[in-house]
């Protein structure tokens, strides 16, 4: 296993549904973010964990709701969902948060649809 | 005005040209800078950091202009695989979270 992966690629849940999204990161990194993208819309950065530690938490509804029980997983568990909150959802993972060097590595993401 | 933002494209050239992006940033303060490479239906990658210095990686330039707040990309000689969409990210300030502009799109041609 290399890199950061994601799982699952492709959901389809009804807006009553509870789903989580899974991401697990081989490469030793601290620090691990959800990222939303919508179509013609820039990255939205959603949580980051660093150590282990919620840092970041950009106004997201609390139908999101992120977990890290350690520093190569994270989760995004998902319910009541709506249909605008269909979109990519991509994990990624840096060697440091809030460095000069913060290089993100992107797992292949979730293409999430709410029906 | 946004705080980063790039000309959406598309750009379409033939194979073999030069092409070249500019991406503006609002806040001064910012430090770090970077280009990301985001083929259609995959995940950004990490193309390339920006230094100050300007930054060079084969067919591919960085510059940064900090005084006009932009930083450019070029590239020489495109290749039907460098067709793709260039994000452009940048820190909200040092140490600061990572903004992405909406990111450029390059169609190379035969």
């Not at chain 1, 819309?41 to 949580?47: D, I, R, S, T, V």
């Not at chain 1, 992120?66 to 909150?85: G, K, R, V």
């Not at chain 2, 070249?20 to 990490?46: G, H, I, M, V």
Request: glycine share 6%; aromatic share 10%; charged share 20%.
């Amino acid at each position: 296993e290399t890199g950061v992966t994601q799982t699952p690629r492709h959901l389809v849940m009804g807006m009553t549904n509870k789903k989580s999204l899974k991401c697990e990161q081989h490469l030793g990194h601290n620090a691990m973010y959800w990222y939303k993208q919508s179509a013609k819309k820039p990255l939205e950065l959603m949580f980051v964990y660093s150590l282990e530690e919620r840092v970041e938490n950009n106004s997201v509804p609390s139908r999101f709701s992120p977990e890290c029980p350690n520093s190569s997983h994270l989760f995004l568990h998902l319910h009541t969902l709506q249909p605008e909150d269909s979109a990519l959802y991509l994990c990624a993972s840096s060697q440091l948060y809030g460095t000069d060097d913060e290089k993100l590595f992107f797992g292949s993401g979730t293409q999430l649809s709410v029906l | 005005r946004k705080e980063v933002e790039q000309d959406p494209g598309p750009f379409n050239v033939p194979e073999g040209a030069t092409v070249a992006f500019n991406c503006t940033y609002s806040n001064s303060a910012s430090q770090s800078f970077f280009w990301y490479r985001q083929d259609c239906r995959k995940e950004p990658k990490l193309l390339m950091s920006v230094y100050s210095s300007g930054n060079e990686d084969g067919r591919f330039t960085a510059q940064l202009n900090r005084a006009s707040q932009y930083i450019s990309l070029l590239i020489r000689d495109s290749k039907l695989s460098d067709s793709a969409t260039y994000l452009c990210v940048v820190n909200s300030d040092q140490g600061g979270k990572l903004i992405f502009g909406q990111g450029t799109e390059l169609s190379v041609k035969p």
